[in-house]
């Protein structure tokens, strides 16, 4: 409300705004671009995520529409509302978040029509790990990645690690994983107790877990060779609680290509090693899914970390640390197969959802050109 007219200026609304979103981040990621929508002067329609969020988005958008604000909320199987959230005539601008398949289908209907759009899509976000040695650092940056079970698209599932380093990674590792302490969010002995210090409860849905346990089984079966696979503690749930979306951590080494998990992000507690020689190396294993929302790179050579982290194509690469989406201010985006369309995050996100004079590109990830912002 206090940055909306600067970063509008001349800025016009393109008109209707249709909004696709997954279940993860109802609130801070779809209801978010929503208000920005709607403060830059468009009207908005959004579909509830199949999976998640109905109830906080009905109560949110519900308040909208109280409070006057040019808001729908609709909700059903995407099969029946994604064609006319995306094709129809009325539709100035879609906002996508989900997986790489629906993407590229709505990228392909997109084409035919002439709207603003924004796509973020899956992409199997990596971790190099090359000439390194602060292994206690590294320790918390793994339990620090198991947040939310690794249910979201900024999560690290791929490690690329310097085949001289593995065994002190794989001590690391293993001392690491093994501490978290997955179960029942809830279970407290008295109604004032404070809720039990997890890492992370269930998965979104017993179906997901079955998904994890068959994308786990099939890279088994192709010859990846499993390091780790943790076990739920019986103290940690009600006695005999159905159990069907929890799924403990597993880790799986020399993971084959032609592993389904190989390519794809697998949305859940299940990491990837995959061994190298040569930094060159480091950089095809990192730059696997063509494309990812966020990478890494640890090594006590600074220099070359900065220098490798240019040739990774993520959006963002963290130097021996993490990288999320960051703050408000920050953009956010994806390059390759990972994003289509404008890119969002602080003034870009005006951007996106608002048109400019002649000669006003809007920054994104074209099929013609990736225009980047000077900072990322």
């Known amino acids: 409300m206090d940055n909306i007219e600067g970063m509008l200026g001349q800025r016009k609304p393109l008109g209707l705004v249709s909004n696709i979103a997954s279940w993860n ?22 579909k509830t995520p199949t999976d998640g969020g109905f109830i906080s988005l009905s ?21 029946e509302l994604s064609d006319v959230l995306v094709k129809h005539d009325a539709i100035d601008c879609l906002s996508f978040v989900g997986g790489r398949y629906n993407g590229r289908n709505i990228a392909d209907a ?3 029509h002439n709207k603003r759009y924004m ?19 590294m320790a918390d940056q793994l339990k620090k990645g198991y947040d939310y079970g690794k249910q979201r698209c900024t999560a690290y599932v791929r490690f ?13 590792y293993w001392s690491a994983v093994r501490s978290l302490k997955v179960g029942n969010p809830t279970l407290v002995d008295n109604a004032d107790d404070k809720l039990p210090d997890l890492a992370f409860g269930p998965v979104i849905h017993a179906q997901q877990a079955q998904d994890l346990d068959r994308l786990y089984k099939n890279a ?44 794809k992000e697998p949305f859940g507690p299940i990491d990837s ?14 730059n696997i899914s063509n494309g990812a929302l966020v990478a890494a790179i640890a090594s006590d050579d600074e220099k070359l970390a900065r220098r490798t982290a240019k040739e990774v194509r993520a959006f963002k690469v963290g130097l021996n640390k993490l990288r999320s989406r960051g703050d408000r201010e920050e953009v956010f985006g994806g390059l390759g197969e990972s994003w289509k369309g404008a890119f969002v995050g602080g003034k870009l996100l005006v951007e996106a959802v608002t048109a400019g004079g002649a000669g006003q590109p809007v920054l994104g990830n074209y099929e013609e050109a990736t225009l980047l912002p000077e900072k990322i």
């Open 273 to 286: 090693i995959v061994l190298v020689d040569r930094i060159e190396e480091l950089v095809g294993e990192m």
């Open 59 to 79: 109560l949110t958008f519900a308040i909208a529409r109280h409070c006057g604000l040019p808001v729908t909320l609709v909700s059903g199987p995407g099969g």
């Open 160 to 172: 690329v690690v310097e085949r001289r380093l593995f065994p002190q990674f794989l001590e690391t």
């Open 220 to 263: 088994l079966q192709t010859g990846a060779t499993p390091i780790y696979e943790g076990k739920l503690d019986d103290s940690l749930f009600l006695p005999g609680q159905d159990r069907s979306s929890y799924v403990a951590p597993r880790a799986l080494v020399n993971l084959p290509r032609q592993s389904e998990l190989y390519f």
């Open 119 to 137: 796509l973020e899509m899956e992409g199997v976000n990596t971790y190099g790990i090359w000439d390194y040695s602060d292994w206690n650092s």
């Open 110 to 112: 997109l084409s035919a």
């Open 25 to 46: 981040y109802p609130m801070s990621v779809l209801l978010h671009a929503v208000l920005v929508q709607v403060l830059c002067g468009n009207s908005v329609i959004a």
